[in-house]
């Protein structure tokens, strides 16, 4: 399988997200695509399905808090 192309996709960010530090996600062949929305034409990183829901999993979670990350 090649790389999704997410050149058509339609991007979201949170309606909670701050002006200037925000991620975009989109939906394209079956994966799904982040990027920084600042430099919506740099790198998007790429997740499968599974991927995408266990972190989804662990967000809820709450196995991503930022003082746990940071200690």
Not at 6 to 21: E, G, H, L, Q, Y
Not at 39 to 44: C, D, I, L, M, Q
Request: proline share 4%; glycine share 10%; net charge negative.
């Amino acid at each position: 399988m090649g790389r999704p192309d997410f050149t058509a996709a339609r991007w979201r960010k949170s309606n909670v997200s701050w002006d200037t530090n925000c991620v975009e996600v989109a939906f394209a062949d079956g994966f799904i695509g982040v990027r920084d929305s600042k430099n919506p034409a740099g790198p998007v990183l790429t997740f499968t399905q599974g991927e995408w829901t266990a972190f989804l999993a662990g967000v809820k979670a709450e196995e991503f808090e930022i003082d746990d990350l940071a200690g």
